[in-house]
């Protein structure tokens, strides 16, 4: 049965673009990326979740998804976007990852059309976008945080996780002008604890940086989360009634009500093409 092609004068209704992003490994990040997901999901928006973790791609394997193609064979002309999506029992659009999209800095101009083209002709709305990036602030992570309208830093209230949020912060602040993030606290054990870990981070932020946190909100540490890492499910599938579930349906319910771009910006081929568009070189001064 043909697609139907949308008309020149129908509108083209805004995508909420989501990188759920952290400092280091180790903080739940993917988990949250896919629960999130998940829990969008099922208040009925149509989500794709696209796996930009290039080095430890794992959205598959929390899923228990087996992907027989991926974003590379896409680049190459092999697969249409359609036939790489795997679709999850929530209705979550899956984009595995691949090796490809490590070199969407450098493809050529017909490639970058290609992609960009391939985005903008998916059938039907959809509403939210969620990319699990990798940990750190390797260049995919800064141009997949750079590119999306809201960046999820996923925070463990630990040292290490408190430094490293603190740097990808300053370098996404610094070098690529992204003054707003929301902060989710993960794996908390106390009911204040995310909350006390949250301004710590937001202290330090306040002095040296010009930027604004957001606390979106907990999720506590639960045995329901790690039996359902073991059982390649979501929790919101596995345990819904679990802590965790619950607060990832608050998260979800946050994160419906975040503001969307307008206009063009809010397209999602063009959130493509802010992807694809190399950042300007940083000069240097020496001294």
């Known amino acids: 049965m043909p697609r139907a092609e949308l008309s020149a004068t129908e509108p083209v209704a805004p995508v909420q673009v989501i990188a759920v992003t952290g400092g280091k490994g180790g903080t739940g ?42 974003l590379e064979h896409v680049l190459s002309g092999e697969r249409a976007l359609e036939e790489v999506i ?13 090796s490809g999209v ?24 959809l509403h939210v976008l969620i990319i699990d990036t990798a940990a750190g602030i390797a260049e995919p992570v800064l141009q997949f945080c750079q590119a999306a309208q809201q960046v999820l830093v ?11 949020t603190y740097a990808l912060i300053k370098v996404l602040s610094r070098d690529r002008g992204v003054r707003q993030f929301r902060v989710l ?31 979106v909100g907990d999720i506590p540490e639960d045995l329901s989360l790690q039996k359902s ?13 679990s ?8 998260l979800a319910r946050t994160a419906n009500h975040w503001p969307l771009p307008a206009g063009p910006s809010g397209r999602i081929e063009f959130f493509m093409e802010r992807l694809l568009t190399r950042p300007a070189p940083r000069l240097m001064v020496l001294k």
Request: glycine share 6%.
């Open 229 to 241: 890492v073991q059982a390649q499910r979501p929790v919101l599938e596995a345990y819904p009634s």
């Open 185 to 215: 606290t993960n794996l908390t054990r106390q009911p204040e604890q995310g909350q006390m870990a949250f301004r710590r981070l937001q202290r330090v932020t306040d002095r040296y940086l010009q930027v604004v946190l957001d606390h």
């Open 154 to 164: 996923v925070l463990r209230d630990e040292p290490t996780s408190l430094t490293d």
């Open 102 to 125: 490590a070199r969407m800095a450098g493809l050529s101009l017909s490639e970058q059309h290609g992609i960009v083209q391939a985005f903008s002709t998916l059938p039907g709305p």
């Open 29 to 70: 990040k993917t988990s949250v990326a896919v629960n999130l997901a998940t829990a969008l999901a099922q208040l009925g928006r149509r989500t794709m979740l696209l796996d930009g973790d290039l080095g430890l791609a794992n959205v598959d394997v929390l899923l228990g998804l087996t992907p027989h193609y991926t």
């Open 86 to 98: 795997l679709r999850t029992s929530s209705g979550v659009r899956v984009v595995p990852a691949s």
């Open 243 to 250: 802590p965790a579930a619950k607060a990832f349906r608050l």
